[in-house]
């Protein structure tokens, strides 16, 4: 059976000076200069060089190279001789390198990041990091296998469907062996076999099935495959599956397994301070546990593809989820080929993951088009393959908060949302509710989302009068509490995103005082520190109790009486301060409380046998440290 062997230690990396150093992958040359908003962020080639025995493997077996992601380009060479090159570095990519391998073997990989017209992404705002910031692996397989060539995926495509109370599993297996069997197996939760058929595509039926149901049961299925050659198995591959029914209705939203399931949740990108891209499986744990305490049923995983390992959690944990491709910003005529490949990696290799609903075509790609045909073009080509690829699933485009509902661009998917940051880089919340009225009124048979929303905060500004542009915590709880309440008022939203669920390295950015960052998260790029508006959203979503005091780092405040926010998903919250009762507020998940200020003042907020404290104190004059000094989010943009 086949073997797989992790190649990871004991790299050299040739840097862009040209210096040499032992590294480990994953592995970014921009952990640093990606993350600082400097003039020293480098995009261009770097050589990554290691040693290894020849792996141990029979004379009927072959041996394949796997990247799981490399960005941007990368060219392989082994023992001098050229294996291949790979476009798109997001996506998983493999050889069978058998005939090049020797006693001893030296593997040279150059990773490119550089910029030109015809890989994407090559203008958005995220840092695009060089590097092997992925696993590598050695695959040791029977020279009859199941496929391992095609477009980096599994081999195995699982279909499943719901038949009454029986599940109708369809299950399609890729080799090339002439003669070869294929014996399926599906097993539930427990390992224990629901049924068996035979064959290289096949339908199965799961009695009284067990639905993939979202977080409140996310039930998966195991599907295995067997390679049978001569009555015996070379090969056996496997995958988790889940059974579930979806649909969209544009006046009534997402529906999952037949009922309404609002879609309300965040956006993800992958990086983290000082690791870049080159992220372990520890941190996508770290990330997925905020989301889940923060009571989100849906991620956007943002602006390209991601860890296979992400969606492998979003499946165990019920996420549904928006996937897409790194086709962002701007139309490059000669990268057209490029889209279509990266999009066909993304759904062969991510084909089996229940999570995903929706394949993203592209984002803000009107910013800066020059050719609009050959992008409408380009769009309906992408669309078309999407249906071909997958006609089980919808198709999506978040569009550009400056192109309006009439453009083309936004009626070519089955469903769209937009980037909207209304009350943030223009003034006006209620715009918001105005947009959404105008956009369904004028086509209420078009399911509508909101793929992108939100504002700057840095923890260390603060502000008693908050207000747009001044990067303060407390503004951001405006804001996501106006939009929030704007979202109950238009159920029929299909999905919401918040922009985003982490803050991120944006290069071009130089705002908050901190800059190469876009810190629109709800958390820190360091996942250390959960902004105040992480528990808004903790409260409308989750179901576990709580109650927290916002401005807890708002420490010095010069009003007589300060104003302070507690959010919390109880009925009832009473705050005291030093110990006496200051109120008792029965509310919804918002309650404010007038505290006249003295001195030193310990606050306490209580709901049921929860509790948090914070200090606060009285200063004559304002502490300057909490002003936003130099630009704003409205005098640079990385646009």
């Known amino acids: 059976m086949r073997k797989m062997v992790n190649i990871n230690k004991d790299w050299v990396f040739t840097g862009p000076d040209g210096s040499t150093r032992p590294v480990n992958v994953p592995h970014t040359w921009n952990s640093v200069d990606g993350q600082d908003g400097g003039n020293d962020y480098w995009r261009g080639t770097c050589v990554y060089e290691k040693n290894f025995p020849r792996p141990d493997f029979a004379p009927d077996q072959r041996v394949y190279l796997e990247f799981q992601g490399v960005n941007a ?3 392989v060479e082994l023992n001098g001789s050229e294996v291949g090159s790979h476009d798109g570095g997001y996506s998983t990519f493999r050889w069978d390198v058998t005939d090049l391998l020797q006693a001893e073997n030296r593997l040279t990989v150059r990773a490119d990041n550089s910029r030109n017209d015809r890989v994407y992404p090559q203008k958005a705002d995220f840092t695009f990091y060089g590097g092997i910031y992925r696993d590598v692996n050695l695959i040791i397989v029977n020279k009859d296998h199941f496929d391992l060539d095609y477009y980096g995926g599994p081999g195995l495509k699982i279909t499943p469907g719901v038949d009454g109370k029986d599940g109708r599993v369809r299950v399609e297996t890729f080799h090339q062996v002439s003669g070869a069997q294929v014996k399926i197996k599906l097993l539930d939760a427990e390992g224990r076999t629901v049924a068996v058929g035979t064959g290289t595509d096949i339908t ?19 599907c295995e495959a067997e390679l049978m050659v001569d009555g015996a198995a070379v090969d056996r591959i496997s995958a988790r599956f889940g059974v579930r029914t979806f649909s969209v209705d544009p006046q009534k939203g997402f529906f999952l397994n037949g009922r309404s399931y609002p ?10 301070r000082g690791l870049g891209n080159a992220l372990t499986r520890e941190h996508h744990d770290a990330d997925m546990a905020m989301i889940r305490e923060m009571g989100a049923n849906t991620i956007r995983l943002a602006h390209y593809q991601h860890d296979q390992y992400f969606y492998d959690l979003c499946d165990q944990y019920g996420m549904v989820v928006w996937a897409e491709i790194p086709y962002i910003s701007e139309h490059m005529p000669n990268g057209r080929e ?38 409408l073009d380009n769009h309906r080509a992408l669309n078309d393959l999407y249906h071909e690829l997958d006609p089980s699933r919808l198709t999506t485009l978040a569009c550009y908060a400056m192109c309006g509902p009439f453009n083309r661009s936004a009626h070519i998917t089955d469903v769209v949302s937009w ?24 086509y209420p048979n078009r399911a509508l989302g909101y793929s992108e929303y939100g504002c700057e905060a840095m923890p260390n500004l603060h502000s008693s009068k908050p207000r747009r542009g001044d990067h303060t915590e407390e503004y951001q709880c405006v804001y996501h509490e106006y939009m929030l309440r704007c979202f109950d008022r238009h159920p029929y939203l299909w ?37 105040d508006s992480f528990y808004l959203y903790k409260a409308w979503w989750s179901g576990e109790p709580f109650v927290h005091i916002c401005g807890s780092r708002y420490v010095d405040r010069s009003e007589e009486v300060a104003t302070v926010k507690v959010y919390s998903n109880q009925e009832r919250v009473a705050l005291y301060a030093n110990g006496e009762l200051v109120e008792e507020k029965t509310g919804d998940k918002v309650f404010e409380f007038q505290v006249p200020l003295e001195g ?35 005098s640079a943009n990385w646009v």
């Open 338 to 375: 490029n889209t279509l490949s990266q999009a066909r990696e993304l759904v062969i290799q991510n084909y089996n993951h229940p999570s995903i609903v929706v394949w993203g075509v592209s984002n803000e790609i009107t910013i800066s088009t020059k050719d609009k045909k050959d992008m």
């Open 419 to 442: 980037n909207l940051y209304l009350g943030w880089y223009v003034p006006g919340l209620f715009l918001n509710d105005l947009w959404m009225d105008f956009f369904h009124l004028r």
């Open 495 to 531: 999905a919401t995103h918040v922009w985003n669920m982490f803050d991120f390295a944006a290069d071009a950015r130089d705002q908050g005082g901190e800059p190469g960052m876009n810190h629109k998260g709800l958390v820190t790029f360091d996942r250390k520190t959960r902004k």
């Open 263 to 272: 879609l309300r949740g965040v956006s993800r990108h992958q990086d983290w």
């Open 73 to 75: 380009s990368a060219a």
């Open 204 to 222: 199965l039926a799961v009695a009284n099935v067990h639905l993939w149901d979202g977080v409140e049961d996310p039930y998966l299925y195991t």
């Open 600 to 634: 030193t003042v310990e606050l306490e907020a209580e709901a049921g046998r929860f509790t948090d404290r914070c200090l606060i104190r009285r200063v004559d004059t304002p502490n300057p440290a909490y002003k936003l000094q130099g630009k704003s989010s409205n």
